[in-house]
């Protein structure tokens, strides 16, 4: 608990228990600040606020209400400097890594908190929640707000956390979510196109990328993806050391000897002239990147190179990305967050050249996003599948036929179907399945809510897949 004149300068010493800048989340003692966020002005939730709890408000505006308001140019600016005296600069016990990049945050990140999980007491913030040894804790957001992350990191620090590995989105770096943070590693992974509803061109989402390079401290270092074509423009960015990794000759830690199939990856890693063999459970060659990303990372911070092997080998999976599940069927289904065009073609390429029988896909495309991506992955799904079924992902304001049209615009085969709903999508995939098909089930991976309108209702697809075989 802070006093509200202790947190920013004010007459007023109303007891602070908490601060929030959404309005859904507000419980009775918080501080709520109108911030303005990416699609909404919080100030026109206040009164919401203070119906929940809010027992003081900070606004850019005058507001008629019997609770304590403050004015202030600014709110955005102000949440940073109110939430690094309630929490005391919680930040500064930590040592941050950031991993950024189009695909692959989620499996980098996982497998570098993995390995420093016992030797350096990692966690892992990101698309599947805040993970810490056993304590788990869902997340909205790829990378939290501001005043969600204090708290997380406030938890973090009572069960003895030090070092936070983190995925870092290029929104939450535009919108100065992460002003606090300081890293000690940051690593790119790669840059497609992707949240160009957000940045509107390719140069303003490399450049929002390119920001979290610039917070490294001056001590710490970057590992930057060498074969990425935006590797010179991030590069430039970097006032710290520099480390690289890729198949190019030329990196640091250099990918080489890849022996591909869907059940392992078996290959070297070559650094200061000594090769370091790695056996891993993960297929495709992106995963290449993502798992030797996680090595030089581990390795640069001082740990030993045959305890990192051991950690990346007894590694079998991570929800939601390239998930095999099994229910004891006799064909493959593989459940993915896929929802690019390069990590669509990346998983659907690998499954094309190990397959044994057919390839059935199951995907959408979320609604409010990218409209012109809609068409490519429309074609490259029906052109590398057998067979295609087209459904909802999140359409929000949108309407899913539209969304479907879209994605068929360039389809010249007819080896698809289209089911709006998707459980009964994904029941229609399985009832089909024969021996040795591979069922790609696309574009959500682990996530618990389906985006329809202006709300999240629960849904995900391993409940619903589960469900298919117990029911």
Do not use: W
């Not at 900070?58 to 209400?65: C, P, V, W, Y």
């Amino acid at each position: 608990m802070k006093r509200l004149n202790k947190l920013i300068k004010c007459k007023y010493k109303t007891p602070i228990y908490g601060i929030k800048t959404n309005s859904n989340e507000v419980v009775y003692g918080d501080l709520f600040v109108a911030v303005h966020g990416m699609n909404y002005d919080h100030h026109d939730y206040i009164f919401d606020a203070i119906e929940k709890g809010a027992v003081a408000i900070i606004s850019e505006k005058k507001i008629n209400t019997d609770v304590p308001v403050v004015i202030v140019k600014n709110t955005n600016k102000v949440l940073n400097r109110i939430l690094k005296k309630f929490y005391e600069n919680i930040e500064e016990e930590f040592s941050f890594i950031g991993i950024t990049g189009t695909d692959g945050k989620t499996t980098t990140s996982t497998f570098i908190s993995y390995i420093l999980s016992d030797i350096l007491n990692c966690s892992n913030i990101g698309t599947n929640g805040l993970y810490y040894k056993d304590y788990y804790e869902c997340l909205d957001n790829t990378t939290p707000s501001i005043e969600e992350l204090s708290n997380c990191l406030l938890k973090l620090n009572i069960l003895g956390c030090k070092y936070v590995s983190m995925e870092v989105s290029s929104e939450a770096l535009l919108h100065k979510r992460l002003d606090n943070i300081k890293y000690n590693v940051g690593i790119l992974t790669n840059i497609t196109e992707d949240h160009l509803n957000v940045h509107h061109n390719i140069n303003n989402y490399v450049l929002s990328k390119s920001l979290l390079f610039s917070k490294i401290d001056k001590n710490g270092f970057a590992l930057l993806n060498k074969d990425d074509k935006y590797f010179d423009t991030i590069f430039s960015k970097c006032n710290c050391k520099i480390f690289t990794y890729g198949f190019d000759v030329n990196s640091d830690f250099v990918i080489c000897k890849t022996d591909d199939n869907i059940k392992s990856n078996c290959f070297n890693i070559l650094h200061d002239e000594t090769v370091y063999e790695i056996e891993t459970n993960f297929m495709e060659e992106y995963n290449l990147y993502n798992i030797t990303a996680a090595f030089a990372c581990s390795f640069l911070l001082g740990v030993d190179s045959t305890y990192i092997i051991t950690k990346i080998k007894s590694l079998n999976t991570i929800p939601g990305r390239g998930e095999k599940l099994n229910f004891g069927q006799d064909y493959t289904i593989i459940l993915d967050y896929a929802h690019t065009e390069n990590a669509i073609k990346n998983i659907l390429s690998t499954c094309s050249v190990n397959k044994k029988n057919k390839i059935i896909t199951l995907t959408g495309s979320a609604g409010g996003r990218e409209k012109e991506k809609r068409s490519k992955i429309g074609k490259m799904v029906t052109d590398l599948s057998d067979l295609v079924i087209f459904t909802e992902d999140d359409p929000r304001d949108e309407d899913v036929f539209d969304i479907i049209d879209d994605m068929l615009s360039f389809v010249k085969k007819n080896n698809y179907e289209i089911i709006e709903d998707r459980k009964e999508a994904i029941y229609y995939a399985l009832s089909i399945a024969e021996k040795d098909d591979i069922v790609l089930i696309l574009g959500k991976g682990r996530d618990n809510y389906m985006a329809i309108g202006n709300k999240k209702i629960y849904y995900c697809d391993y409940d619903v897949i589960s469900s298919y075989f117990i029911d």
